[in-house]
């Protein structure tokens, strides 16, 4: 199996997603929203790449069957019902509806990868989860990282590190990895080992500074879940 991180997502070659499996990763919110929302009980959730898009669907749906969840800047976006904190995707609030979703970088990147074979959502407390279907699926892996509108995030990385670190764990036989892979996995172990502070990076502090210090430690916390949500035909649902 050959295994490669895609430090910020960008404009990509189809070409290169075909017969992969692709794991995205926003780990500062997005995708750890996701596994969170799918854990309590949501039926499915729409990812998109436009507010306004976001807000058509969530109307033609009705109130009653579905949650808009979105932010800019980390905050709320004005008239949707929640903002892109864990805590917010509770069992009240989505269990049994559709959440549609739109952030500024984490829903634009998992729409971006469909020609991919499979397309797995990942975060640091699904890691293991993850890494051990992206095995099972027996193809070659690609880890997306969102990144912060089209800059690398260091917080992408530690956690690409860490589902690089279970697949190479978890895999029976060889992987063989790039450059990019060595760098993110001691970028993970520094941080694990508490070698590396991560709490001055960009987006990190940006959200402490905002109040979402409880998020961070949230999306940080390791294999909380063993969800892992797949994205197909423009819907997140649990992969079973
Ligand atoms: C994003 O998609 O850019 C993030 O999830 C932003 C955030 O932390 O709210």
Same mark, same amino acid.
């Given at each position: 199996m050959q295994l490669n991180i895609l430090p910020v997502c960008g404009k990509i070659n189809s070409a290169h997603l075909l017969g992969t499996t692709v794991i995205v990763i926003d780990v500062l919110r997005a995708t750890t929203n996701m596994v969170v929302a799918i854990q309590n009980g949501s039926n499915r959730l729409i990812p998109t790449s436009d507010a306004g898009e976001a807000a058509m669907l969530a109307s033609r749906l009705g109130a009653r069957d579905s949650v808009l969840a979105g932010e800019r800047g980390g905050?709320? /976006?004005?008239g949707f019902d929640i903002g892109n904190? @864990?805590?917010?995707?509770? @069992?009240?609030v989505v269990k049994g509806r559709t959440v549609i979703m739109n952030t500024t970088n984490g829903t634009a990147a998992v729409c971006s990868m469909s020609a991919a074979r499979n397309i797995l /959502?990942?975060?640091m407390i699904n890691c293991s989860a993850v890494a051990r279907r992206a095995v099972q699926l027996g193809d070659d892996v690609l880890i997306v990282c969102a990144g912060t509108e089209g800059t690398i995030s260091a917080d992408d990385l530690c956690c690409a590190g860490a589902i690089a670190e279970s697949i190479c764990k978890q895999s029976?036989? @060889?992987?063989?990895?790039?450059d990019i892979v060595m760098v993110c996995r001691n970028l993970y172990r520094d941080f694990r080992d508490k070698r590396a502070d991560l709490s001055k990076t960009f987006h990190w502090n940006r959200l402490v500074r905002l109040g979402f210090e409880k998020d961070v430690k949230f999306c940080f916390t390791e294999d909380t879940s063993t969800v892992v949500p797949c994205y197909r035909d423009g819907i997140i649902q649990e992969m079973r």
């Open positions: 905050i709320r /976006i004005q904190s @864990p805590f917010e995707f509770s @069992p009240e /959502i990942g975060a029976r036989t @060889p992987v063989e990895t790039t």
